[in-house]
């Protein structure tokens, strides 16, 4: 039986690894459950699951959770999150934090356990080669979770990296690939999503094609693949999950069902599947799958994220930490929609690069941008 500890236990993909561990009982347990705010959603988990160890942003909800639970380890603040997040008794951890927040302690993961799940696309947008290195260096396997990347994956799997011709990323386009970009995008318009239910920050990532900028730069470090190599590709139908196109001209895609429980599984497992309860596709029904291309004069952040690859390491965790602070004030109502892109764009052309090489840098820089744009402000 494997033991799971996840990281970000109360958001959407959380609770997707619960449900996961609940169609599979005699194969997964939880040790470790690590929540934000949601202590009311926490305590369900903790009834249901009895893990060993617990963590929750606020000193107030740990005391509330250690008067609940006595025999439950309970950890909050920084200091909480990087000591939980250096535990060994678990076989898989599941990095599903939000933002950059989520580097530091799968950092801590990936030198603390042998199998890391990765949720959190700002991991590898910052970290880079850094990251994919100290998996190396401590022989971590480092799996994704995300659909396309899961999809890639399965593409791959029996199959060489010199082999590729070209990975080709399927995004959804979000809400407004047919629709004109406006000053009168409301926050309402841009979370509302065709395809996928996501938390707030994601969901406008993925209307702005940020999020598809930030797969293009994980793709590049997962697998080895140069950013020219990588092409987006809008699949509305969300049912072709991502592609590889060999030197031979073959393209061979991986296509199912719009749930994300099935790259979940697949990464808790790997490398074997697991059967679910979910409904199969019926091929004759879907009758036809269609390809577009993005604007991307149109989607500017795509096309930061590419420039972002181009000029270096450091300017990929300016791009993360211009898009975190804009995409905050937008959800606030501070700026406009359309600011979301100029914010980045100014933040990348007033910056320097410059190698990074530890967690420290990193996240100093990260502070370093967030703080001059919230100056601003």
Known sequence: MKRLAIFGST????????????????????????AGKNIDKLIEQIIKYNPKHVYITSYLNAVILEEKFPNVDVYYGEDGLRAISQLDDSDIAVSALVGISGLEPTYNMIKHTKN??????????????????????????????????????????????????????????????????????????????????????????????????????????????????IEVVVHRQSLVHSMVQFKDGTIMANIGPKDMQIPIAYALNYPNRLPNNLEKLDLFAIRQLVFEKPDLDKFRCLKSAFDAIKAGHSAQVVLNAANEVAVEEFLKGKIKYTDIPKYIENALDSHNVRNLSSVEEILDLDSEVKGKLYKKR
């Open 116 to 229: 890391v799940a990765l949720a959190n696309k700002e991991v590898l947008v910052t970290g880079g080669s850094f990251i994919m290195n100290l998996a190396k260096e401590y022989n971590t396997n480092l799996l994704t979770v995300d659909s396309e990347h899961s999809a890639i994956m399965q593409c791959l799997n029996g199959e060489s990296n010199n082999k590729i011709d070209k990975i080709l990323l399927t995004a959804s386009g979000g809400p407004f690939f047919d629709k004109e970009i406006t000053d009168n995008i409301t926050v309402s318009q841009a979370l509302n999503h065709p395809t996928w239910k996501m938390g707030p920050k994601v969901t406008i990532d993925s209307s702005t094609m940020m999020n598809k900028g930030f797969e293009v730069i994980e793709a590049r470090w997962l697998f080895d693949t140069l950013p020219e190599n």
């Open 11 to 34: 958001g959407s993909i959380g609770t997707t690894t619960l449900r996961v561990v609940d169609e599979n009982p005699d194969k997964f347990c939880v040790t470790t459950l690590v």
